[in-house]
């Protein structure tokens, strides 16, 4: 049975301290600021703390990080277990390097007064360090499921005593990218456990497969799944291809202060507009799939730090990624995946803060904008007015938008199903990274 949890306002808001976690974990969130949980916080810790599965919805950057540390934090903390080498209690698997990373990251600001210890492990480096971590023992392993799986075929990693499991951005872990890894990794997991999944979306098409990851689980939606945040100023920009360049520097330039962060659909545009970019004298820097792991986390660092003011990025750096400071984000492309949306806008007004997305969408992206409106319930305002702008009327959309238009491709691998709304896909889960033989292009 799923018992539902609506977002009703509680008499009191809660404070942290209302909340059954230790005073080392209290004290830790005093040190960052934090005295009021989000919704999803206080909406999920008490049942993690009873030791409940979960399937937690909540809007991007309002805090689903803490909403699974926290608890899980508090519970090695109180129940502590000398370290075995090879063993961790707690496994979360995340979709990218970059955010398993941060991940980590948050672990060790929250637990930063308690004696346990996180590894996070993921492709693209060195594996022997990790080997090495391993086996020295650690309580709480971050992974990305490819290296995960060469850690546990070279017997370098065992989940025999893994208490609790989590999947951030659940449903990209279960989409055909990853799932055959995550099911694999599930069945090598101890039936008695407690089960975690996360996301600001959940496409009809994965709730069955997310229902059977979790045990009579708790399910909490802050809001519908696949909600932008209300907080997001968001535009359609209609733009023919060949004025796309112009209209990215325009935005970049009229947008002096806060970081500016460019999606693209595929990697060698990334690196294409960095070079434009250039010329045009706006100083950028890529990161997708191509690049090195260094280089990944070098350009990632230096957006971070405001040296480069300008990230153009595939949808590596969709999902999940919290850089403080991004008050603009500029889709070059429109995402073949609706819901790609969400997270590409998502990396703006995190955590309360303003912010200003603005999707290019050319001729021929027009069925992708219908897909994303469709998911999100909304119509996003057009921008008109601009040099660049194309004035295009709803005749035209409606028809460019049609499964039988020429104008479209008909998706990434000439095969584009009929789907999504809140409609279940005709054909069952499709649009995904690798489907149908495809190739990984971010
Ligand atoms: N209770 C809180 N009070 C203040 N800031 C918070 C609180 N909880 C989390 N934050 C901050 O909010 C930001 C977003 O948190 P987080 O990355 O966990 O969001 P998310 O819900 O996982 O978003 P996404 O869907 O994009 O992954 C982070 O910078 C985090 O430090
Ligand atoms: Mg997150």
Redesign the pocket.
């Known amino acids: 049975m799923i018992t539902v949890t609506d977002d009703t306002t509680p008499a009191t808001t809660p404070r942290f301290s209302d909340l059954a976690l230790g005073e080392p974990l209290q004290r830790a969130l005093q040190e960052k600021n934090?005295t009021?949980?989000?919704p999803?916080?206080a909406q999920t810790i008490p049942h993690l703390l009873e030791g409940r599965d979960l399937i937690g919805i909540?809007q991007?950057?309002?805090?689903?990080?803490?909403a699974f540390a926290l608890p899980i934090l508090h519970r090695f903390a109180a129940h502590p277990r000398r370290l075995s080498p090879k063993r961790p209690r707690a496994l979360i698997l995340a979709p990218t390097r970059e955010l398993a990373i941060q991940i980590g990251q948050s672990f060790a600001a929250y637990g930063k007064h308690l004696k346990l210890s996180h590894l996070t492990v993921f492709g693209g480096v060195n594996i022997n360090p990790q080997i090495h971590a391993l086996q020295r023992g650690i309580d709480i392993l971050i992974a990305t499921p490819g290296r995960l799986m060469d850690l546990a075929s070279q017997r370098c990693v065992s989940f025999e005593d893994v208490e609790v499991f989590v999947l951030d951005e659940a449903d990209r872990m279960l989409d055909m990218g990853f799932i055959n890894d995550v099911r694999k990794i599930v069945s090598r997991l101890p039936s008695q456990r407690q089960s975690l999944l996360f996301s600001?979306t959940m496409p009809p098409a994965i709730q069955e497969l997310a229902a059977s990851m979790v045990r009579n689980p708790q399910r909490v939606e802050v809001t519908p799944a696949a909600t932008t945040v209300e907080r997001i100023e968001q535009q359609v920009c209609h733009v023919e291809h060949g004025q796309k360049r112009a209209a990215l520097a325009h935005f970049i330039h009229a947008h002096p202060e806060g970081l500016v962060l460019v999606f693209v659909r595929m990697k060698h545009m990334a690196n294409k507009l960095v070079e434009q970019l250039g010329k045009d004298g706006i100083r950028a820097e890529a990161i997708h799939g191509n690049k090195s792991q260094a280089a990944r986390q070098r350009a990632l660092e230096n957006f971070r730090t405001g040296r480069s003011r300008v990230l153009v990025a595939t949808d590596i750096a969709a999902?999940?990624i919290?850089v403080?400071g991004i008050s603009l984000v500029l889709q070059h492309d429109l995402p073949e995946e609706p819901e790609s949306y969400v997270?590409r806008i998502?990396r703006t007004a995190?955590?309360g803060k303003e912010g200003k997305a603005i999707a290019f969408c050319g001729p021929d992206e027009r069925h992708l904008l219908r897909d994303v409106q469709r998911t999100i319930r909304q119509t996003v305002p057009v921008l008109e007015g601009l040099p660049f702008c194309s004035v295009v009327s709803a005749e035209t959309l409606e028809r460019d938008s049609s499964p039988r238009s020429g104008s479209q491709g008909g998706g990434r691998f000439g095969f584009r199903p009929a789907r999504r709304g809140n409609q279940p896909p005709a054909h069952g889960r499709s649009g995904s990274r690798f489907g149908r033989g495809g190739i990984d292009r971010r």
């Open positions: 934090y009021i949980p989000s999803i916080q909540a991007t950057g309002t805090g689903k990080t803490a600001a999902r999940g919290d403080k997270h998502g995190r955590a």
